[in-house]
């Protein structure tokens, strides 16, 4: 089956929109989305005075760092104490303003397919054999209007030409690589780097076969050695792989420091582009084939697709 009309489909749009903000002075909060405490972010879904559209806003407390923490552990920051026993003590610090930033996302205009991504939800695992992709997932992606012309802008350098690392024009194995938004490019043990293809014709990890080879091998190393020479960062440091289902259809590599728990990097996600390689050396359509799982939140629409077919099969 030709992709070539879902491919189209996604391009749209061919410019830029200015949609910086300044400050939260005039965000209204709808309501809190997702609160994770164990990395110290929160999900808002809220909306700003004067315009109609929603907004999806990311709030993360930002790591220490070395040139830092001498200010904070001073004698500017005040301590309030919970607890004491013995030689344990718990306290609440308040260091100074300037010390105590955040890292801030924002999505504007969002779509209610941002909102439902960033809800906190039962998930569920999938198990999506080779004629489901075709049967469920592949007919769901062509009736999708997503919105990925950030990912052209880049590639056309129409936008983020400042934070590009690192490119091969080369328009069948080439690719970009630049920082990803949740690496402040100051922790190096919370490096996230993603390698962008040029190729509009491959949306996920189900359309590679040995014909790609070349590209993902010129992807694998070319991206390491980048990353090498741009921060020192050896090789057997860099985890490298593939979303499934990805957040955007269209190629991309994710590479983070083996230190960093990053969000999508564990099983259910994340499948390593040393094993996909292999995978496709050993058989060409072994993506085309292969069963593979994934997570998918309760109101996912791909999600309510395959309950649906479920329910459908099981009713036959």
Request: aromatic letters at 10%.
């Amino acid at each position: 089956m030709s992709l070539e009309p879902l491919s189209k489909k996604l391009c749209k749009g061919d410019h830029v929109e200015n949609n910086e903000f300044t400050s939260f002075k005039n965000l209204n909060v709808v309501r809190i989305l997702q609160d994770k405490p164990e990395s110290k972010a929160a999900f808002i879904h809220g909306r700003f005075e004067g315009r109609d559209e929603d907004a999806v806003v990311i709030v993360e407390k930002t790591p220490f760092s070395a040139e830092t923490i001498q200010q904070v552990l001073s004698s500017d920051t005040t301590l309030t104490t919970h607890h004491i026993n013995d030689i344990y003590g718990t306290y609440s610090g308040y260091p100074k303003p300037e010390l105590n930033d955040i890292k801030a996302t924002i999505i504007f205009p969002a779509t209610e397919k941002h909102i439902i991504k960033y809800t906190d939800q039962p998930i569920h695992a999938i198990n999506e054999t080779g004629d489901d992709y075709k049967i469920v997932t592949l007919p769901y992606l062509k009736k999708q209007d997503f919105h990925i012309q950030w990912v052209y802008n880049i590639l056309e350098k129409k936008a983020e030409t400042e934070r590009v690392l690192f490119e091969d024009p080369d328009p069948k194995i080439g690719f970009v690589l630049l920082p990803d938004m949740k690496w402040d490019k100051k922790h190096m043990e919370n490096m996230y780097m993603l390698a962008i293809c040029h190729r509009r014709d491959v949306l996920s990890l189900r359309d590679l076969t040995e014909e790609h080879l070349p590209m993902l091998r010129n992807i694998l190393s070319k991206g390491l050695n980048a990353i090498k020479e741009a921060y020192g960062v050896n090789e057997d440091q860099v985890k490298i792989y593939l979303h499934y289902q990805p957040s955007y259809y269209h190629l991309h590599v994710h590479f983070t420091h083996l230190k960093f728990n990053a969000p999508g990097s564990s099983v259910g996600k994340a499948y390593l582009l040393t094993d996909v390689i292999d995978n496709i050396v050993l058989m060409s359509n072994y993506y085309q084939g292969k069963t593979l799982t994934f997570v998918a939140t309760e109101a996912d629409p791909l999600y309510l697709e395959f309950v649906k077919a479920r329910k459908a099969t099981n009713h036959d």
